[in-house]
């Protein structure tokens, strides 16, 4: 059964694992990757990666990606979103430390941040805004 807009949208905040898919080019196919994302309600959904990576550069070409997000407790869940990048920013230890802060426990957010700045370099917010959605509850298993 199909969520409804405010139950996905309620889903997609919530901190899972996403897998990002991203165009590949010709004869290749889609780029899917786990990421960890934010999102809220009614806004546009954004990832934090190497400016340089891979997968930055794929979605600058393509100009658009999809995002899914699942569980299966309490029940087999998902939500998928497609769209269009809206922007591209420079990250910061901000973005850095209120991403770390949605996935980690408070007492690991510090010390993740302070390791991840120093090795991964440069990083980059790519915003996406959710223009199509598919969503399912098969209920429990």
Same mark, same amino acid.
């Given at each position: 059964?199909?969520l409804?807009?405010?139950?996905?949208?309620?889903?997609? !905040? @919530?901190p899972?694992?996403?897998? *990002?898919?991203?165009?590949?080019?010709?004869?290749? !196919?889609? *780029?899917t990757?786990?990421?960890?994302?934010? +999102?809220a309600?009614?806004?546009?959904l954004?990832?934090l990666?190497?400016?340089?990576?891979r997968k930055?550069? *794929?979605i600058?070409?393509?100009g658009?990606?999809t995002?899914?997000? =699942?569980?299966?407790?309490?029940?087999?869940r998902?939500?998928?979103? @497609?769209?269009p990048l /809206?922007?591209?920013?420079?990250?910061?230890?901000?973005?850095?430390?209120?991403? !770390?802060a949605?996935y980690?426990? !408070?007492?690991k957010v510090?010390? +993740?941040?302070d390791?991840?700045?120093k @090795?991964h370099? @440069? /990083?980059?917010? *790519?915003?996406?805004?959710?223009?199509?959605?598919l969503?399912? =509850?098969?209920?429990?298993?």
């Open positions: 059964m199909a409804s807009r405010e139950e996905r949208a309620r889903f997609l !905040a @919530e899972h694992i996403g897998a *990002l898919s991203v165009d590949d080019g010709p004869g290749r !196919a889609p *780029l990757v786990p990421i960890w994302y934010q +999102y309600p009614d806004g546009d954004w990832i990666t190497g400016a340089t990576s930055a550069e *794929l600058r070409a393509a658009r990606f995002m899914m997000a =699942d569980t299966t407790e309490p029940t087999v998902y939500v998928s979103v @497609e769209g /809206v922007s591209s920013e420079k990250g910061t230890r901000e973005h850095l430390t209120e991403m !770390a949605r980690l426990p !408070a007492d510090e010390g +993740y941040v390791w991840s700045w @090795e370099g @440069e /990083v980059v917010v *790519l915003r996406m805004r959710p223009e199509r959605w969503s399912a =509850d098969m209920g429990s298993v």
